[in-house]
């Protein structure tokens, strides 16, 4: 599985983006995702995730009420009221082991997509 992140960019602090994580390749029927992010000298870190069924979804709480998975596109992240601390480089991931269960961890992720920069200016 290729996974291809997209939708990043220079947004105002307040505004809204949305990333899109497409796949290509041997793609299983379900998979879990997971968005990801890395701000310079930091480490990585999940923002949100959901389960194969999508019936399992997790957001962390410097992102709850802010970002959501699209309701249209499961695998996309609409990403809300944008603070000059989201900007960092996003990344999708994705598996299809294990069950349906969340993944939060780096580890937990076979399939990892390139990444896209998110800027938010104050």
């Known amino acids: 599985v290729q996974l291809q992140a997209s939708g990043g960019g220079l947004v105002q602090a307040g505004g809204s983006l949305r990333l899109s994580c497409a796949a290509s390749?041997?793609?299983?029927?379900?998979?879990?995702v997971g968005w990801f992010r890395q701000a310079p000298g930091k480490e990585r870190e999940v923002v949100a995730a959901?389960?194969?069924?999508?019936r399992r979804i997790y957001y962390a709480d410097s992102v709850k009420g802010r970002f959501t998975f699209s309701r249209d596109t499961a695998k996309a992240l609409e990403m809300n009221s944008l603070k000059p601390e989201d900007t960092a480089v996003y990344y999708c991931?994705?598996?299809?082991?294990?069950?349906?269960?969340?993944?939060?961890?780096?580890?937990?992720?076979?399939?990892w997509g390139q990444g896209t920069l998110v800027t938010v200016s104050s």
């Open positions: 991931a994705a598996d299809e082991r294990g069950g349906d269960r969340l993944r939060l961890t780096v580890t937990d992720y076979f399939y």
């Open positions: 959901i389960s194969q069924s999508g």
């Open positions: 390749g041997r793609t299983p029927t379900s998979y879990a």
